[in-house]
């Protein structure tokens, strides 16, 4: 296989660094160079040597001295300064150009920057892999550490001098083995038990000792109804290391023995999934989405370990709802017990009782009584239930589109192994402002991406003048991009500079953005039905300030309302998504700014009297 360079270990284009790049370097089993993978020719024991030491100082100084104990030990010849350096020589023949040997003060140092080392592709993979494990990504981290594994060719340094052998082997091998523990945890997390018989009733015949290895197949033969064979293999264990170290199984062999005769660690049924569907087409928040799973992922630790959970919020039309679909489904394999979804909101845009979505989640995980009859015990009791059922769980709760803290109460999953994910306009209070992402607008590069996706990438690159005025059109509003994006590929033969010029009209933009059941403005309107009538009525007033900045004070001033109850109109409209808040100005004053959609909806929406 072809290695990759570890991270951080590109270095300049220089002489030959084309050339570098063709070439492999193996540690990981007989120490060999591949250029374009045809084999460097290297002979002796002591040119192999010569060439490890380097490589394994990454760039680093070696000093004669190093070297010298790496070929001959304690006992160095006279002239053993001389033979380095012939063999050094030799090197630089045989590499070429390929990479660099130079002489520094009393040592070496070999730069092979652009090369490819599999030891260094080994550590990277390891690294990768172990990080996936620590965050429950299992199916990942299986692949990390396979790959990992396969940068191996045999035993490690197998054809350098007993000397350098007896330093360095024992580290790279231990690195080995613990790669190995892990992919082999990552497998019995995923189920695969069945399969890993027979790789570890290998591996425990090879290591006899090694009680880690010894632990999983116990585990593992558990898991496949093979009971009596994982006492026989507990019990030689014992018998072994007694005989040969005079001890008695250690903490992970005795364990896994125990839950074993306990019947614990069963199989896990299969995981429940109740999501959305990830949208066909997600682009443009890859920074949010890493910094959601960062939050979701990360293991609690300690005695006061608390709920793991992340807040989405921003506009309507924003993505929130796709975003956090698209995040719990990559982190859904770390949930061992599933993922459940419920919707807060109904189809008009109202805020569901808790008691409804309690009942419904219930129902989801697993509640025998009719629902019906769940539906109409008291809110106290379908708390109680509810947190009851999964106290012992590991469960990703998504809560999508919340209106605010009296509706997420009953809600909130208990317990540091449970994660929760929430979407909503606002910020409620039941949650950390630290675990917030917020959604602003797309960049034009991720809104033409996105239209991309949607119409087709041909269509885009077709007419980008046009693609650039229907961006613009829709603001960066990603609701708005979709539906721009179905509409032309609805219709293949139209061109995008004919949708565009509908848009670029402010009196049809709005109708414009509608198609099947994605409409912009009836996303907009349901915005409304959750502010106070005195607000929603506020809105349409406002349109006259245009999109902003502006102050309670001009607001006041346009809606004929006294600054203080302007204020508080502007701020509801803020905490609803319809608002942005902007810096303060120089005065000190709170200033707010219009998205330009949510303006034109403003516009085109009749005005009612203000509560006086």
């Known amino acids: 296989m072809a290695f990759r360079p570890a991270e951080g270990a590109a270095g300049q284009d220089g002489p030959g660094a084309d050339a570098s790049r063709a070439l492999e370097f193996r540690l990981l089993g007989p120490v060999s160079a591949a250029r374009a993978g045809v084999a460097v020719p290297l002979s002796g ?24 104990t790496a070929l001959w030990g304690d006992a160095p010849p006279p002239t053993s300064n001389a033979q380095i350096y012939t063999y050094v020589s030799r090197l630089r023949k045989t590499l070429g150009n390929c990479v660099r040997i130079t002489r520094k003060g009393p040592g070496y140092v070999l730069d092979a920057r652009d090369a490819e080392v599999d030891l260094f592709s080994f550590e990277r993979l390891d690294r990768l892999g172990r990080q996936a494990l620590e965050e429950n990504r299992f199916e990942e981290a299986g692949r990390l550490l396979g790959d990992a594994l396969d940068c191996w060719s045999g035993q490690a340094l197998e054809n350098v001098t007993e000397h350098l052998l007896r330093f360095e082997r024992p580290r790279l091998e231990f690195l080995r083995a613990q790669a190995l523990e892990r992919r082999i945890e990552a497998d019995l997390s995923l189920g695969r038990h069945r399969s890993l018989v027979p790789e570890l009733l290998s591996l425990v015949a090879r290591f006899p000792m090694d009680e880690n290895l010894r632990a999983h197949l116990i585990t593992a033969l558990h898991r496949s109804d093979r009971q009596a064979e994982a006492v026989q293999v507990y019990g030689e264990g014992r018998r072994i290391l007694d005989e040969q170290l005079g001890v008695v199984p250690g903490q992970q062999l005795s364990e896994a023995y125990l839950r074993m005769l306990r019947g614990e660690g069963v199989p896990p049924r299969r995981p429940l999934m109740l999501l959305p569907a990830r949208a066909a087409a997600f682009t443009g928040r890859a920074g949010e989405a890493a910094r959601l799973r960062s939050l979701l992922l990360r293991r609690p630790s300690g005695p006061g370990a608390r709920l793991r959970a992340a807040l989405v919020t921003g506009m309507p039309g924003s993505g929130k709802t796709a975003l956090a679909a698209e995040v719990a489904h990559g982190c859904a394999e770390a949930f061992p017990d599933g993922v459940v979804h419920a919707d807060l909101q109904d189809a008009d845009g109202a805020a569901r009782p808790p008691s409804a979505v309690l009942a419904e989640l219930l129902t989801a995980l697993g509640e025998t009584e009719d629902p019906a009859r769940t539906a109409r015990l008291g809110p106290s009791e379908l708390v109680r239930r509810y947190r009851a059922r999964i106290a012992d769980s590991r469960l990703l709760v998504v809560l999508d589109d919340a209106s605010g803290d009296a509706q997420l109460a009953g809600l909130l999953p208990v317990g540091p192994d449970n994660a929760l994910l929430v979407t909503s306009r606002a910020r409620p209070a039941a ?155 120089a005065l000190g004053e709170d200033r707010y700014r219009f998205h330009p959609l949510v303006l034109l909806h403003a516009a085109t929406t009749p005005r009612r009297d203000l509560p006086r």
């Open 45 to 68: 024991a002591k040119i192999h040597t010569v060439l490890a030491v380097l490589l394994l100082a990454r760039g680093a100084l070696v000093a004669d001295s190093r070297l010298s």
């Open 431 to 585: 949650l950390p402002a630290a675990h917030t992402v917020s959604l602003g607008p797309l960049d034009d590069e991720d809104a033409v991406a996105l239209l991309a996706e949607t119409a087709g990438a041909d269509r885009v690159r077709a007419e980008p003048a046009a693609v650039r005025d229907l961006v613009r059109y829709c603001a960066g509003l990603p609701l708005a991009l979709r539906i721009a994006g179905a509409r032309l590929a609805a219709r293949p033969q139209r061109t995008v500079a004919r949708f565009a010029a509908q848009l670029a009209d402010p009196r049809t933009r709005l109708a414009a953005l509608s198609y099947g059941s994605l409409d912009l403005s009836r996303t907009l309107g349901r915005a409304l039905i959750r502010l106070t009538p005195g607000t929603a009525a506020v809105l349409p007033w406002l349109a006259p300030v245009g999109p902003g900045p502006f102050t309670a004070r001009l607001a006041g001033e346009v809606t004929g309302l006294a600054e203080a109850e302007a204020a508080r109109a502007l701020e509801e409209l803020v905490d609803a998504g319809l608002l942005f808040a902007e810096p303060d100005g």
